[in-house]
């Protein structure tokens, strides 16, 4: 038997909260708080205690789908980013670029984060973009 | 102690033993097994506490005839009972390597996060209890304004769970605090001071006053009094001592047989 305790950062806001993965042979059996981590101390919210539960949930995305005719389907990424490009150019070349907004999130990294504002304002070209935590 | 966890290792009397190692300066829960014993050097004994029993636990019933050892407090030797009486852990698979904690002079090395309490702020002290007093002192204010203040520690309860995650012996499979039937996906969770009563009621003649939940709860609730006060009942009216006694609480309502007894002897106060 192999069990691990992982310790690693709450993906779910921007706070940080320390957090320790209890992984059996390879599967994520719990959660729970770091308790010396300096931004939690020991305490987390109902989201980040039930951490796990997201990754073993049978209702996942683990692969990108597109939406045809109100139905989503699976793709591969290429044809779904080539859907996408598509018709942000459609959108963009009928509308302005102005018609697009940008929404990022706190489970994505600072870098992640940094791009999807330079891709709004440098590819798109609009300064539409927001961010979950304000929301 | 390394030395006496490496031959348990060793000689097959445990499988795995579960104690703490730093890692990256954090004091970490970690499985220590035969395949690696030079990882048994870097075991130590805190500062952190972790339910290492609620984990033994765990593992147990993912692999039932896996033997553990584990570093236990005093309080990890009470959870061990519990669970042992309430048909949650068979201490036979259970090897325990007795570790100090309470502030005693008897007790060198005593390394508990509860030798130094907290100093609570000015808010909590006008308004709510201070989560070091004792019953005594909670229950020489008045009636009104003890419920007052205790409705302004529940108040601040962001039903994060934590309590009840983070307990040792909260072993149900289904919690009656988030059972589907009782409450629906879409609807909140209990109401303020539901919650918490339903807590304090199975945690009569279970809780084994580690305080764990006190640590994990982000909104400082006294829990830990709360849960102190429901076992002085369960002691007083019925003559149990949790964490030591070798049969189920009075509360057992599994079977057929009723099992509540009053303690013989006076008439005992019921003031709650």
């Known amino acids: 038997m192999d069990y691990k305790f992982i310790p690693s950062v709450c993906s779910y806001c921007g706070t940080g909260c320390g957090v320790l993965f209890q992984v059996m042979d390879g599967k994520l059996m719990g959660t729970m708080p770091l308790k010396t981590h300096p931004v939690n101390e020991g305490k987390l919210c109902i989201k980040g205690w039930n951490l796990h539960e997201h990754v073993n949930s049978g209702n996942r995305l683990k692969h990108p789908l597109v939406r045809m005719n109100g139905h989503f389907r699976p793709a591969t990424w290429e044809k779904a980013i080539e859907f996408a490009s598509n018709r942000l150019k459609e959108i963009i070349g009928k509308y302005g670029p102005d018609s697009v907004g940008v929404l990022v999130s706190a489970k994505i990294t600072n870098e992640e984060n ?11 070209g609009t300064n539409n973009v927001d961010h979950c935590a304000r929301l | 102690m390394n030395h006496m ?6 000689q097959g009397k445990v499988d795995v033993f579960l104690g703490y190692k730093r890692v990256d300066g954090h004091p970490l829960p970690h499985v220590f097994s035969k395949d690696n014993l030079a990882d048994v050097d870097e075991l130590i004994t805190g500062p952190a506490r972790y339910p290492l029993e609620k984990i033994a636990a765990a593992i147990i019933s993912e692999k039932p005839d896996i033997k553990i050892g584990l570093l236990a407090r005093d309080c990890g030797q009470r959870t061990l009972n519990v669970l042992h009486v309430w048909n949650q852990l ?5 090897s325990v390597l007795n570790v100090p904690c ?6 060198e090395h005593a390394d508990c996060s509860y030798l130094e309490p907290e100093k609570r702020g000015p808010d909590k002290q006008i308004h709510g209890f201070d989560n070091n007093m004792s019953i005594d002192d909670v229950e020489s204010y008045k009636p009104k304004e003890r419920f007052e203040r ?6 601040k309860c962001i039903k994060c769970y934590g309590c009840r995650n983070i307990c040792p012996v909260c072993f149900c499979k289904e919690c009656s605090l988030e059972h589907h039937d009782l409450i629906e996906a879409k609807d ?12 304090a009621v199975h945690m009569a003649g279970r809780c084994i006053d580690c305080g764990l939940c006190e640590d994990a709860c982000p909104a400082d609730i006294p829990l830990r009094l709360l849960y ?3 076992n002085q009942v369960v002691k007083d009216v019925f003559d149990y001592e949790t964490g030591t006694s070798t049969h189920q609480p ?4 599994l079977g057929e047989k009723v099992t509540l007894e009053l303690k013989p002897l006076k008439t005992v106060s019921m003031d709650l």
């Open chain 2, 188 to 199: 909140l969770p209990p109401e303020v001071p539901i919650f918490h009563l339903v807590r």
């Open chain 2, 228 to 230: 102190r006060k429901v």
């Open chain 2, 150 to 155: 205790w409705m302004y520690e529940f108040q």
């Open chain 2, 250 to 253: 009075p509360f057992s309502v």
């Open chain 2, 90 to 94: 068979n201490t036979d698979s259970i």
């Open chain 2, 102 to 107: 309470c502030p005693s002079n008897l007790k």
């Open chain 2, 5 to 10: 966890v490496k031959m348990w290792l060793e």
């Open chain 1, 114 to 124: 940094y791009l999807a504002q330079k891709f709004a304002r440098a590819c798109i």
